[in-house]
């Protein structure tokens, strides 16, 4: 019954979010043909593909400074969704071409404790994963739960973060990622601290995660 249900409900959610019509970054030119925005704005924002340093295999598509920042903020703090949304569809444009990429069987939105998502109104990763998967026809597996309430990450250092996320996040139906490549999306990698505790979850349950981030500091 949930999994004819659930497709309906997305459906529904998309008549509140279709497509734009209009650039939602200069809300005046026409969307391009195969661009969420309008080519100028789109070109200001540089947007790249980058592999992020580490252990794991983890990628963004820009960083995390200029036009590509002032957008997460303008997505984050002051509640645009459409811009969030093309940020999200730039990655999937970007990812559906890497080779590294091309195993991925699902999108995972690392998620927010649900204090935290109810301050904010919304989960900015899960918004990121419907332009994803928008773009490049991959399903979304919300299966990743945050029951611990963390700390701020940003005044700790990395040993603090690491304490900090210890157990942070769990795995609901763990048995559906099984042998499943999945692609978990973040808006920002810093130290990757986040990624490591959710990925250790996934992997737990037999997975294998890759990163996918709007931005980060540290990019090769
Ligand atoms: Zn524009």
Same mark, same amino acid.
């Given at each position: 019954?949930?999994?004819?249900?659930?497709?309906?409900?997305?459906?529904?959610?998309?008549?509140?979010?279709?497509?734009?019509? @209009?650039?939602?970054?200069?809300?005046?030119?026409?969307?391009?043909?195969?661009?969420?925005?309008?080519?100028?704005?789109?070109?200001?924002? !540089?947007? %790249?593909?980058?592999?992020?340093?580490?252990?794991?295999?983890?990628?963004?598509?820009?960083? @995390?400074?200029?036009?590509?920042?002032? *957008?997460?903020?303008?997505?984050?703090?002051? #509640? *645009?969704?459409?811009?969030?949304?093309?940020?999200?569809?730039?990655? %999937?444009?970007?990812?559906?071409? !890497?080779?590294?990429?091309?195993?991925?069987?699902?999108?995972?939105?690392?998620?927010?404790?649900?204090?935290?998502?109810?301050?904010?109104?919304?989960?900015?990763?899960?918004?990121?994963?419907?332009?994803?998967?928008?773009?490049?026809?991959?399903?979304?597996?919300?299966?990743?739960?945050?029951?611990?309430?963390?700390?701020?990450?940003?005044?700790? #250092? *990395?040993?603090?973060?690491?304490?900090?996320?210890?157990?942070?996040?769990?795995?609901?139906?763990?048995?559906?990622?099984?042998?499943?490549?999945?692609?978990?999306?973040?808006?920002?990698?810093?130290?990757?601290?986040?990624?490591?505790?959710?990925?250790?979850?996934? *992997?737990? @349950?037999?997975?294998?995660?890759?990163?996918?981030?709007?931005?980060?500091?540290?990019?090769?």
């Amino acid at each position: 019954m949930l999994e004819k249900v659930i497709p309906w409900i997305e459906a529904w959610e998309g008549l509140f979010m279709p497509s734009p019509r @209009y650039c939602p970054l200069c809300q005046q030119k026409p969307v391009d043909i195969g661009l969420p925005g309008c080519w100028p704005c789109v070109s200001r924002l !540089e947007i %790249g593909w980058h592999r992020i340093p580490g252990d794991d295999l983890c990628f963004c598509i820009g960083p @995390y400074q200029g036009q590509v920042k002032e *957008r997460i903020v303008d997505f984050k703090f002051l #509640n *645009r969704m459409d811009i969030g949304w093309l940020l999200g569809s730039l990655m %999937g444009i970007a990812a559906r071409e !890497e080779p590294l990429l091309q195993d991925i069987r699902a999108i995972v939105p690392i998620p927010l404790h649900p204090a935290r998502e109810k301050q904010r109104g919304f989960n900015q990763t899960r918004i990121l994963a419907d332009g994803i998967s928008n773009w490049w026809k991959k399903p979304i597996l919300d299966l990743l739960v945050r029951p611990k309430e963390t700390k701020p990450q940003v005044d700790l #250092n *990395r040993h603090q973060r690491a304490l900090n996320l210890a157990n942070a996040f769990a795995m609901r139906e763990g048995d559906r990622m099984r042998h499943q490549e999945v692609l978990l999306i973040d808006d920002i990698c810093t130290t990757g601290t986040t990624f490591a505790a959710a990925a250790s979850v996934v *992997r737990r @349950y037999g997975g294998k995660p890759t990163g996918l981030f709007v931005a980060s500091g540290r990019i090769e």
